[in-house]
């Protein structure tokens, strides 16, 4: 898309169009102006008060449903219900650790609590520090968690310091990508309860006692209404689909886009936009994805609440065709013929050895010449005005294979 293009879906969008070429600040301080007079980052009670509502009544309906049911194999068909419920209240408790619920700190707490630790059974606090972590750093070697390579090999480096078993998963991780989500579900139970028995605090406990009630509960419920045999199907089919569908719901979002070595430097605005990559849909893909397939202007604007971020992508789309700053966004599936291509490529490839990756050396290491992350030079401090543009402007036919790198006069 040009950026007149682009400008021209703002204003059929009723978005300000206005893209200043120049002004105070930086360029990030300048969208972010535009759109905070756009009323894009005011909270949206009602909408917020709805959803919440209904996502709690279509849960009791299938809790209710399985108290129905009884001890029956039909009970696999509410594990399914029960699974993708488990899903859209993590998006809740996910847009209330941004704090796009409420402007209060502790309401958003509140809802995130009892929507992470009380009714899937996830740790709040553990999540957002882990999150917010990874929106200070998305792709970056030794500073985003999402990228650790622990499971999933994301550099060459993680992959040769794998011995045995792990260098076997690394090398077909591609083939075994979707499978092992479903163990996601379990991991994020079993970290929750990590996280919490090694801390202390008020909070901490107000935690634990959500978790242990969700966990008791669970458990107590399951394996007293049903048969032990349908019982462990049940949990294996519940747990497994919600480990696949949130998984699956956050993978598009940063695999397979450029990886910024731990000591590159880029500025807030590129950083977000270019490890980012934006799912095109319908107000369905909007709903199946919490709102992550607007995962640019979510990260430029992780407050922004969700149903503002379908209307600021015309806007940002724009801004950064006027700065020749590539926006990616593609279907669902190419998405995730991308992510797969990615970690195949990366399986597959002869790195240079353990040491010299900082993935693999440790995160105090520095990133090798050789690799293809994203060597972003400093950029000199001053005002930025449009004419100094540190990056390419055409998107790279591979984003996963290209690293972010300054544009030639």
């Given amino acids: 898309m040009t950026a007149d293009s682009a400008v021209g879906a703002a204003r059929r969008a009723g978005v300000p169009s206005m893209l200043p070429a120049s002004g105070a600040g930086s360029d990030y301080a300048q969208l972010s102006r535009m759109v905070k007079r756009a009323g894009l980052l005011r909270r949206r009670p009602v909408y917020y008060s709805l959803k919440i509502g209904l996502n709690l009544v279509l849960l009791a309906a299938g809790w209710t449903a ?13 594990a399914v219900f029960l699974a993708v419920m488990f899903t859209q209240t ?18 958003n707490g509140v809802i995130g609590r009892i929507h992470g630790n009380l009714l899937i059974g996830l740790s709040y606090g553990w999540w957002v520090a882990k999150h917010n972590r990874h929106h200070a750093h998305p792709n970056q070697i030794g ?3 999402d990228i650790g390579g622990r499971a999933i090999a994301f550099t060459p480096g993680q992959v040769q310091a794998r011995r045995r078993v792990g260098a076997w998963l690394g090398r077909y991780q591609a083939w075994l990508f979707f499978p092992m989500l479903l163990l996601e579900g379990f991991h994020l139970h079993i970290a929750s309860v990590r996280a919490l028995l090694g801390h202390s605090g008020k909070v901490r406990w107000a935690e634990a006692g959500l978790l242990a009630v969700h966990i008791g509960g669970y458990l107590t419920v399951v394996f007293v209404v049903l048969s032990p045999l349908q019982a462990v199907v049940f949990l294996v089919v519940q747990q497994g689909l919600f480990g696949v569908y949130l998984g699956s719901s956050f993978a598009p979002n940063h695999k397979g886009m450029p990886v910024v070595g731990r000591n590159e430097k880029v500025d807030f605005l590129r950083r977000q936009v270019l490890t980012s990559r934006n799912i095109r849909g319908s107000v369905l893909t909007d709903l199946a994805l919490g709102g992550l397939n607007y995962q640019i202007e979510h990260h430029l604007f992780p407050s922004m609440p969700r149903p503002n971020l379908r209307h600021a992508q015309a806007p940002v789309r724009a801004f950064c065709a006027q700065r020749g700053i590539p926006y990616a966004e593609t279907g669902l599936l190419a998405s995730y013929t991308q992510v797969l291509r990615h970690l195949h490529t990366t399986g597959q490839t002869v790195g240079p050895g353990p040491a ?22 400093p950029r000199r401090r001053q005002a930025h005005t449009g004419a100094d543009d540190p990056l390419p402007r055409r998107a790279p036919a591979s984003p996963g294979n290209q690293p972010i790198q300054r544009s030639r006069p």
Avoid at 356 to 373: I, L, R
């Fill in 143 to 145: 500073r985003d968690p």
């Fill in 356 to 377: 010299a990756d900082p993935a693999a050396a440790g995160p105090e290491a520095d990133p090798e010449p050789g690799h293809k992350t994203a060597p972003c030079r």
């Fill in 66 to 78: 399985f108290a129905v049911l009884g001890r029956s194999w039909w009970q696999m068909l509410v």
């Fill in 90 to 107: 993590g998006f809740i408790g996910h847009d209330a650790g941004h704090r796009q619920i409420s402007g209060s700190k502790r309401v």
